[in-house]
Structure formats: C-alpha cells, structure tokens
C-alpha cells in the first residue's frame, strides 16, 4: 500500500479538540501508548499516533476506492447522526446513522430481503399507487415505508457486504464492530481513551464526544476515498 500525503496538520486537530479523551478514572489501560498526558482529571491524546493511524487509514481507503470497493459508515450517536450521512453522502458511501439492526450484515439474505420490500415501496409510492389503495391499507404500507426509510435508508442501494467498514464510536457501535470482526470485514474505527485498540484493524485515536473532532476525522476518511473514487476505471 503507497503512502500518500493527507494535509493531517496536529495544529487543525488541537483546534477541533481531538486530543481530548475521557476523565483518567474512565479509561482501557490498552490505550496507554496513545494517550501523552493527563490534564485536569482528563487523559490527552498524543495527537502524533492520531495523525499517524489517520494517515493510515486514508491510504487504506484510497486504495479500496480506487478499487471500486464499498465502504458503509457506521454511527448512530446523536452527535454523529447528521455527520455520518453527509459524510457517506459525499463520498458516495453506504451508512447506519440510526440503529444497528439485528442480523444486517449477519443474516444479508433477510437485510437483501428487506431492501427489495422497501425499493418495491418507495417505486409505489413515487407512482402514487398508495394512494389509490383504501386508507387503511395505505396507511399501514406507509408506516412500513416510513420505518424501512429511518432504519435502512443509508444503505437502500447496497448490494452486497461491504468491503470496508467506517466506526465512529466503538462503545456504541460494538455489535456492528464485533459482526464485521466475525465475518472478515476490515474495520476502521474511531477510539476514544476508553475504548480497545486492538479490536478494530485500524484505530485512531481522537475525541468521539466533539462535533468538530468528529467532522474532521470524517471529513480526512472522505477526502481520501474521493480522491480514489476519481482515479477509478471499471473492469481494468
């Protein structure tokens, strides 16, 4: 994998509060290597291994995009919810910026299932046939409509497992990390001081409570698969 220069600058990260982690009595001794300092009750990030681990990622998903993989970004913290979708909106990504939902990735054939009922609904929908229907069988496809959109709406156009998958917040989104670990999809995962390093196959290690810390690691991740999305020629 080439190494590629991504503009990571430590003085952006300070500004946008990366380096803050968790209070030091909250925190995984796994995370010592990445953590330089504690500060008020506060453990701070060593923003080098950030930019290093960045770094590596960006060119993980370079790579992958101008390859044609797919990626899916995972984060349904309230925090995270509008950021995640912008973000997978930009590069043309998949996402759950909602609700993990039970067996999406595990049991595909039912998620497959699913989407095929919701692509059906919103054809009908958009074709205005809900509305010829009585108004209680309308409002019941509605509300099966309006349910399928909430919870699979990121990944309507998703065919398949995805090749690379995007975690905001490891605490939150374990059972999505765990069912990518079981079934071989490489992870890449934004951890705070309080989480396991090793369980993803890329860490970076940054504030995942700051909308600004947040944003800008999204935003390093999208550049990147944007640049190898431009670079992208089908069936070569």
Not at 51 to 72: T, W, Y
Not at 73 to 78: A, F, L, R, S, Y
Not at 205 to 223: C, E, H, M, T, Y
């Amino acid at each position: 994998m080439t190494r590629r220069y991504w503009n990571i600058n430590l003085e952006e990260m300070m500004e946008a509060g990366v380096h803050f982690g968790h209070g030091t009595r909250k925190w995984n001794p796994r995370m010592a290597p990445y953590i330089s300092a504690k500060r008020k009750g506060i453990h701070i990030i060593n923003l080098t291994r950030t930019a290093r681990f960045l770094s590596e990622a960006c060119d993980l998903v370079f790579d992958a995009a101008s390859k044609g993989k797919q990626f899916l970004i995972v984060g349904t913290k309230n925090k995270a919810v509008d950021l995640v979708a912008s973000a997978a909106i930009r590069a043309r990504c998949h996402y759950v910026n909602k609700k993990w939902l039970g067996g999406m990735l595990t049991n595909w054939s039912t998620t497959e299932t699913r989407l095929h009922k919701f692509r059906d609904l919103r054809a009908e929908q958009k074709k205005g046939r809900l509305n010829r229907l009585p108004k209680r069988d309308a409002a019941m496809l509605k509300r099966q409509l309006y349910h399928l959109q909430t919870y699979l709406g990121g990944i309507k156009y998703m065919t398949g497992l995805p090749d690379i998958v995007i975690i905001v917040d490891q605490q939150e989104e374990y059972t999505a990390l765990r069912k990518c670990v079981t079934l071989g999809i490489p992870t890449i995962c934004l951890i705070d001081t309080n989480f396991d390093p090793d369980l993803a196959d890329i860490s970076i290690p940054a504030n995942d409570d700051a909308i600004a810390s947040i944003r800008l690691i999204l935003n390093k991740l999208v550049f990147a698969i944007c640049e190898g999305r431009s670079s992208y020629i089908p069936n070569r």
